[in-house]
């Protein structure tokens, strides 16, 4: 059985996006900034897919920017939002202690520049508290960034509150909302949000292309300098194919938002039942607060990496956590940020559940993983000093 369960890696593209990026590929192949017909016509679907990405989250047309993924415009939205700030002398930016990495290593260049940053505590559960973000807010504060859905615990964030408090305080307000958009119902305008960032792939869209949602009258740099494109903010010839297929893609996935999480949560709590089944086994993260197809467990005594290797040779495609990081030996910064401790860090099991996703195979992820930390544990000189009380358990 072959089980892909790392959709918050990435999502297999859907039939339609491939279908429409074929079709740009072959027919609407003229350069949008040309001014001949070819080019003309491929600057009108450029427009028309910008409109209608736009109109999937309350926003204007004009308020949308492409970009190659979630990454760029997390950078490109930090970076404005800190140049804005400095111009203003305000130099002191609030975040959380687990961002995604686009968010954490653009806030340490910064640092590096002499801004000051506040990291909110997530606490177990794995939620920012809004009524701590406000004490952190000052006078001099240029930028709040918090994530809408964590890429590796899954957790939601109140960004309806959060937004609401920054526009009291006049705080520009950024969300990477990467794991969010295409998923869950995102309103700019009601969330109160100035900047968002999105990435294709994570909706069964292309890889190599996203967008930047700045409100209007929000101050925005160019990263890319070049040509015009993008209204002067990001330079480079537009990829009409994979912006067709990501507000194709999009579409679709907002179409068909709430059957999925029908289908998709029963069974994510069934597994997350029979996991908990497993001796000495936490869910990371709050249980209710939580995206519908994630599912995030630590496991005493083992190591991540060799349970991934045992699951992939059962046909299970899982991960420990974030999929830029998968290289690193270093534990996750999410579970350490949420109070796990190294050794309990290290077990981890990340599982994002797709459409496709079964009670059979439910059922099969169960079993393999119960079997295989069962088989790591009965070598893992860790579990040995549990057993004979040389160490004490933590879960």
């Not at 192949?29 to 990405?53: C, D, F, H, M, V």
């Not at 700019?188 to 292309?206: C, E, N, R, T, Y």
Request: a negative charge; glycine letters at 8%; proline letters at 3%.
């Amino acid at each position: 059985m072959n089980i892909y369960a790392d959709n918050a890696a990435t999502t297999k593209m859907s039939d339609k996006a491939i279908e429409v990026m074929t079709e740009y590929m072959k027919n609407t192949y003229g350069n949008p900034s040309s001014l001949y017909t070819i080019g003309q016509r491929a600057k009108e679907e450029l427009e028309s897919a910008r409109a209608r990405i736009a109109a999937l989250i309350n926003a204007q047309p004009r308020e949308i920017y492409f970009t190659s993924g979630g990454s760029e415009a997390d950078n490109q939205a930090i970076f404005s939002a800190a140049e804005k700030g400095k111009r203003d002398g305000k130099m002191h930016i609030v975040s959380t202690a687990f961002e995604h990495h686009a968010v954490l290593h653009t806030l340490d260049e910064l640092k590096k520049q002499g801004f000051e940053i506040t990291l909110l505590d997530v606490h177990e559960s794995g939620v920012v508290d809004p009524a701590e973000l406000e004490r952190e807010l000052r006078e001099d504060t240029c930028l709040v960034t918090v994530m809408t859905v964590n890429n590796e615990i899954g957790t939601i964030q109140p960004i309806e509150k959060i937004g609401e408090i920054c526009r009291r305080h006049n705080v520009t307000f950024h969300t990477d909302a990467v794991q969010a958009v295409g998923h869950l119902p995102i309103d700019v305008k009601k969330q109160s949000i100035d900047m968002l960032s999105a990435s294709a792939h994570k909706f069964h869209g292309p890889k190599g292309v996203g967008f930047l949602y700045v409100k209007k009258g929000v101050f925005l740099k160019s990263l890319i300098n070049g040509g015009a494109q993008e209204r002067g903010k990001r330079a480079g010839t537009e990829n009409i194919p994979g912006i067709m297929g990501m507000a194709a893609a999009l579409e679709e996935s907002v179409r068909c938002m709430s059957s999925v999480q029908e289908h998709i949560k029963p069974v994510r709590d069934y597994i997350i039942k029979g996991l908990s089944e497993i001796p000495h086994s936490a869910l990371n993260g709050d249980k209710d607060r939580r995206m519908y197809s994630n599912i995030n467990f630590s496991f005493e005594g083992i190591e991540g990496e060799s349970l991934l290797i045992l699951l992939d040779m059962k046909g299970i495609s899982a991960s420990s956590g974030s999929a830029c990081t998968s290289g690193s030996l270093d534990p996750s910064h999410v579970l350490l940020a949420i109070g796990r401790i190294h050794d309990v860090a290290h077990g981890s099991l990340r599982l994002s559940l797709g459409e496709d996703i079964s009670y059979e195979q439910a059922d099969y992820i169960i079993k393999c993983t119960a079997e295989i930390v069962e088989h790591l544990r009965s070598f893992s000189p860790v579990w040995q000093d549990l057993l004979a009380g040389r160490r004490e358990y933590i879960l």
